[in-house]
Every structure is written in C-alpha cells, then in structure tokens.
T-cell receptor, first 118, second 113 residues
Framework: GAVVSQHPSRVICKSGTSVKIECRSLDFQATTMFWYRQFPKQSLMLMATSNEGSKATYEQGVEKDKFLINHASLTLSTLTVTSAHPEDSSFYIC??????????????FGPGTRLTVL | GDSVTQMEGPVTLSEEAFLTINCTYTATGYPSLFWYVQYPGEGLQLLLKATKADDKGSNKGFEATYRKETTSFHLEKGSVQVSDSAVYFCALKGRNAGNMLTFGGGTRLMVKP
C-alpha cells in the first residue's frame, strides 16, 4: 500500500521558536495532503488542506500565519508552527491521497509528529 | 454538517471476548464510511471501509456493515486479542466533501490476557 512518512517523529522546542514538520508520500504522488491535530484522548481535527502549487485551505479557527503550510512538490508538504507556545504541544498527523489509486476515497496517514513546547 | 458519533471508551475486554464498538453518523446523501485504528505512538491505519448501503467491510477479523436505515457502521470482532488494543476511529467522507474525512471521537480498546 501507499506509504506516507513524517519527519521528525518527535520534537521538543523552546517557547517562541519555530518548528517545521515534513510530510512525504514515498511511493506515490499527492496533489492534496491534509494536516490534522490530535489532542490527548481526543479525535483528529482537520487543520488545513495542502494543495500542490497553490495556497493551503485552512479550517475555521486555524491561524494561517501561525501554521504555515507549503506544498512545493507532489511528494512533500511542510507544516511550520511559528513562534510555538506550550498550547501548541500536540500530535500532528498528515495524510495524502493517492491519485493513481483505483479507490479515490482512501487517504493514507503518516505516523504523526509529537510536538512538545517547553 | 456531517458528524460521527461513537461510543466513549475505554472498552476493556478479556482476550477472546466479543467486541462491538458503536458508530452512528449524520450526513447528507450517501457517504463512504471507514474505521481507522491507531496503535500506541503511531498514526492512523485504515482498518476497513464501505462505500454504499449494505456493504460489509472486513479486515483482520473485524467487520462492519453500512446500515443506512439506522445510519450506523458498528465495528465488531468475534474474538479479540491483546494485540488489538488500540484506539479505533469511525469516519465518513461525504459525497460533496472533496477529500475531507470527518472523524468520531475515537474509542480506546484495552484487551487483557
């Protein structure tokens, strides 16, 4: 099946610094990737839809200037948490849709990145 | 808007017990329905899916049937194993939702030997 990777898997940073998280589709091309945030013991919250070659579409309540998304190629999307604060600590998960797949309904998820802001 | 409701956990079972995790949904039209599993420290993996009414998705001994009349997609397994301990998410994708998935709140399953 299609594989999506994320890097790093864990990151600890100081308050006020910026952190970049990468999401890669390893064996397929993805014009669309999705970024989710998962709070402890809670479900996933869609943050934004990342579109290759164009601006990301953010969900209501998500600050686009704080969570910068860049989808520069068909296999890579990045999420940068700018001026991180402790309340940004969370588990961030990306997913990607395989255009070549016969099943257009399926998204493939990355393993997630746990961000801890001190 | 679309929404998914699933039973709150944690669900604690003994090995070889029967599992049911309830999931109901609200959506316009005919959504596709999914169950995802998240093992500790990992991302989500698709467990099974169904795209139309009366379809039954199945994988690794788990199964769920798309019931339009009750707007449900309950997850079942006849005999759980310790290795099934994880968080299970029910999700839907509406026909007009593009690629967006709507998730339920997740149900933690703990299986004891």
């Amino acid at each position: 099946g299609a594989v999506v990777s994320q890097h790093p898997s864990r990151v600890i940073c100081k308050s006020g610094t910026s952190v970049k998280i990468e999401c890669r589709s390893l064996d397929f091309q993805a014009t669309t990737m999705f970024w989710y945030r998962q709070f402890p013991k809670q479900s996933l919250m869609l943050m934004a839809t990342s579109n290759e070659g164009s601006k990301a579409t953010y969900e209501q309540g998500v600050e686009k200037d704080k969570f910068l998304i860049n989808h520069a190629s068909l296999t890579l999307s990045t999420l940068t948490v700018t001026s991180a604060h402790p309340e940004d600590s969370s588990f961030y998960i990306c997913s990607a849709r395989d255009l070549s797949s016969g099943n257009s309904n399926e998204q493939f998820f990355g393993p997630g990145t746990r961000l801890t802001v001190l | 808007g679309d929404s998914v409701t699933q039973m709150e956990g944690p669900v604690t079972l003994s090995e070889e017990a029967f599992l049911t995790i309830n999931c109901t949904y609200t959506a316009t039209g005919y959504p596709s329905l999914f169950w995802y599993v998240q093992y500790p420290g990992e991302g989500l993996q698709l467990l099974l899916k169904a795209t139309k009414a009366d379809d039954k998705g199945s994988n690794k001994g788990f199964e769920a049937t798309y019931r339009k009349e009750t707007t449900s997609f309950h997850l079942e397994k006849g005999s759980v194993q310790v290795s099934d301990s994880a968080v299970y998410f029910c999700a839907l994708k509406g026909r007009n939702a593009g690629n967006m998935l709507t998730f339920g709140g997740g149900t933690r399953l703990m299986v004891k030997p």
